[in-house]
């Protein structure tokens, strides 16, 4: 990734475990593994083949940087329940309901809104419900 020398960006697992350690190497002791997939990380620092992530909750460590993507995702933040929506407006059909902690994939987001995908799952989120939407 050529253009991963620009700090922050956003970055996403990309394997079924990933983890989360003190210090750049796998000598370091291990602070948190990861089993989801698309969870996003926002990089703050890279280190030869490693990168110094913050995850949702605000945790931050190394991770291994082949574990991780460019593809865009998002979390789903808050203590209720946030809105599916057909389309980005307020007033849009309501197709689902999204427990906080979900995990999707991000599409384009404009006027507060973000298309988000979780699993078959397809429509719009409010983009403050969404950690990883957005500049990091």
Request: proline share 6%; aromatic share 12%.
């Amino acid at each position: 990734m050529a253009d991963d020398a620009k700090t922050p960006y956003w970055a996403s697992v990309r394997a079924g475990e990933v983890n989360m350690r003190v210090g750049p190497g796998e000598d370091y002791r291990i602070l948190w593994v990861y089993h989801r997939p698309h969870l996003p990380f926002k990089v703050l620092r890279i280190k030869e083949g490693w990168r110094f992530v913050e995850d949702p909750d605000g945790a931050k460590g190394w991770v291994l940087a082949r574990f991780l993507k460019r593809e865009r995702a998002a979390f789903v933040t808050g203590k209720v329940p946030a809105d599916m929506r057909e389309s980005g407006a307020a007033d849009a059909r309501l197709k689902w309901r999204l427990a906080p902690g979900v995990v999707g994939l991000l599409g384009d987001c404009g006027q507060g809104w973000c298309q988000f995908n979780v699993g078959e799952r397809k429509g719009y989120v409010a983009q403050d419900r969404l950690w990883g939407a957005g500049e990091p």
